[in-house]
Every structure is written in structure tokens, then in C-alpha cells.
């Protein structure tokens, strides 16, 4: 298998930028476009757990747009082959707390997916 194919690991990094610009906007229709149209999708969160895409897309549509800017950190993205990639990330919204991302992201005939998401925040230890 080949890790970190360039054309790949641009793909992905594009479809990455595009999701933190949706997220930050609350492009509540672009977020649910990058994100695969299946009930197999998982979404950890902060205080929820959502299994299937109709969850993810309710808890979407409910959250408030206020608050979402955030600074990214040590953000690394790995591809393996041409077709699956995992980008974990940290940002930064409060001082003292800082929060952890990691999406699983699929190559799809309608582009690249997060498949399964994770986010979760911890006390800063810097």
C-alpha cells in the first residue's frame, strides 16, 4: 500500500480546508455534503454520540452557529493508498481547554467523505 501519495494527500487536504470552512461558517449544507450519505456514518462529539447520517444532520441543523471559530494545531493527515484517509487535528476555542479532532475520510464517486468523526476536549496541558 502506499502512504502519503501527493495528488492524494492534496485531495484530501483540500476536502479537509473545505469542511474547517464550512464548520467555522456554519454551512450547515456544505458540512452535511462532506460528510457520506449512509447510516453507517458515525459522529462522536463533545456530549453526543450519532449513529447514521440522519443524526448527524438533525444535530446540525439544531446547533447554534455562535462560538464555532477556532484555532488549528498540529494537524497531520495521513492517506493509505488512494481511496481512505484519517486527519487529526487540535484547536483552540478557550483558553485552558483544547480540543481534539479525528475524521476517517473515504474516496466516494461524489468525492472525498469523512466517513467516522471524533471530537472531544480535554484540559490544555500547555
Known amino acids: 500500500m ?13 476536502a479537509f480546508e473545505r469542511y474547517e470552512r464550512a464548520l467555522v461558517g ?4 456544505e458540512l452535511d455534503a462532506l460528510f457520506w450519505d449512509d447510516a453507517r456514518t458515525i459522529r ?18 439544531a446547533r447554534s452557529p455562535a ?3 477556532r484555532a488549528l494545531d498540529g494537524t497531520v493527515i495521513t492517506t493509505y493508498g488512494r481511496d481512505m484517509a484519517v ?6 476555542r ?3 481547554r483544547v480540543g481534539r479532532q479525528m475524521q ?12 467516522a468523526a471524533h471530537v472531544s476536549v480535554i484540559d490544555d496541558p500547555l
Open 44 to 61: 462522536y462529539g463533545g456530549a453526543e454520540n450519532l449513529y447514521g447520517i440522519e443524526a448527524i444532520r438533525a444535530f446540525r441543523a
Open 94 to 96: 478557550a483558553p485552558g
Open 67 to 69: 462560538g464555532l471559530e
Open 104 to 115: 476517517t475520510w473515504m474516496r466516494t464517486p461524489d468525492g472525498w467523505k469523512v466517513v
Open 26 to 29: 456554519n454551512d450547515v449544507a
Open 2 to 14: 502506499e502512504i502519503d501519495l501527493p495528488e492524494v494527500m492534496a485531495e484530501v487536504g483540500a
Open 87 to 92: 486527519a487529526s487535528t487540535l484547536f483552540r
